[in-house]
């Protein structure tokens, strides 16, 4: 069945709002930080985990990249000091990326400018209301 007018129009606002958001958020990264939005997204997901580490293949899962594109992020991010790999004992072909504690300090302070962006540009025009009706439409398409 194809889409009616209205319905690709709001298809088309929301790759819009993503993009636009997205791009405003890592150009406060970089500007900040010199910190690209997807390595702050790597550092954030590891300081998160037990023991600051996740699996390449969990964590691109949740980074939305490809196994290949999250290995070249994690080649630069260990040049830079800011995560390590660690074979997995229990399966000799795992990797675990690991954050650093130069990791862990360059997340803290681009954390402020990360969070004051998401404010800025997605949160701030929206109220109370809005937010929670948008939390409630993005858990009927299953993000969560």
Known sequence: MLLTS????????LQRAQVRIATRLEADLLRAHDLALP???VLARLAEAPGRRLRMNDLAH???????GLTRLIDRLQRDGLVSREACESDARGLFAVLTDAGQARLEQARPTYQGAVREHFLGPLGEEDVQS???LLAKLGVV
């Open 39 to 41: 390595c702050y997204e």
């Open 134 to 136: 948008c939390r409630r």
């Open 6 to 13: 209205e319905e690709l129009a709001v298809w088309r606002m």
């Open 62 to 68: 949740q980074v939305l990249l490809s196994r290949s």
